[in-house]
């Protein structure tokens, strides 16, 4: 468990996105985010592949390699990096294909929202949905997590409407929520 804390305040610290996205814009923070892409994919590969182990590990690959290896799930053995790279491909394209301010509510509902319900479900979640490994206490902490953030953009009975239509594509299994979340938030926030 404590592993799953240290990844979900590195998920949730995902919110320090806004920062250059409100003070650079949306173009700078594209690419940005574009670069850090395709440097997470660059290094997923060469630690997929073991690369690494054709010479000796120097000093500073290790202290990486021994850091990186704390945050990452045995899923992400075989696709290294995956959560960083769908996080990362979630708020590209809010940012790029939705205005800024729906942008700052899709990257804080996937950072907060996300990391929230994560760490209650894994905790108190004892009753799971008919499909999929989520919990309802999970989707509990994730409903009021998003409600309170999209309080902030619209009133409180869509913010509860919307959470309440997030949450469930949240839970939904076979779909990445690091993409899912952001893009229902902003489809949700821009045409509704």
């Known amino acids: 468990m404590k592993g ?11 919110v320090f996105l806004l920062l250059p996205l409100v ?3 949306r173009l700078t923070t594209s690419l940005l985010v574009s670069a850090t892409i395709v440097i997470l994919l660059l290094w997923g590969h060469y630690r997929k592949h073991h690369i690494y182990t054709i010479k000796p590990l120097i000093k500073w690959e290790r202290k990486i390699e021994k850091f990186v290896s ?6 992400e053995i075989k696709q ?5 790279i769908t996080f990362f491909i979630g708020s590209l394209i809010a940012m790029t294909l939705f205005p800024i301010g729906t942008a700052v509510a899709s990257i804080s509902i996937l950072s907060v929202g996300d ?5 209650v479900g894994k905790m108190y979640g004892k009753h799971k949905w008919p499909y999929g490994k989520k919990s309802f206490e999970g989707s509990f902490a994730f409903i009021i997590a998003s409600t ?21 594509v949240e839970s939904l299994p076979k779909i990445d929520d690091n993409i899912s979340i952001p893009v229902t938030v902003s489809i949700l926030l821009t045409f509704f």
């Open 23 to 25: 003070f650079f814009g």
């Open 115 to 119: 990391s929230v319900s994560t760490l």
């Open 80 to 84: 290294p990096f995956m959560g960083a």
């Open 148 to 168: 309170m953030i999209y309080y902030m953009f619209v009133g409180m009975p869509m913010a509860l409407i919307f959470g309440a239509i997030t949450t469930l």
């Open 70 to 75: 704390e945050y990452e799930r045995s899923v």
């Open 4 to 14: 799953e804390i240290k990844r979900q305040m590195v998920h949730a610290s995902g």
